[in-house]
């Protein structure tokens, strides 16, 4: 049964099934609830020093070359790949 669905011994619709007051859930409520971040996306890197921000590019220019090289690799493969399976099928024949 979900807490939606419960009642209280009156038959009413309990709104609070962990018996908590008003004061509580405010307070429970207030710490739940976060305000909008306001800072920016360049605002997240405002304590990386020089160090941080090298290896950071360093890094982006290497997911970079990786993500091209991947589509290369079925060609490298299938290069590279056939022979193996003409001479496996050729020993088989």
């Given at each position: 049964?979900?807490l939606d669905d ?43 020093n020089r160090l ?42």
């Amino acid at each position: 049964m979900a807490l939606d669905d419960e009642k209280d011994a009156g038959g009413k619709q309990n709104s609070n099934p962990l018996g908590l007051d008003e004061a509580e859930i405010k307070l429970l409520d207030s710490q739940v609830e976060t305000p909008p971040s306001k800072a920016g996306y360049i605002a997240i890197y405002r304590y990386a020093n020089r160090l941080d921000l090298f290896v950071m590019a360093i890094c982006a220019l290497l997911a970079s070359v990786a993500g091209a090289a991947m589509p290369l690799m079925t060609v490298y493969t299938a290069h590279h790949g056939s022979p193996v399976v003409t001479l496996r099928w050729a020993n088989v024949v």
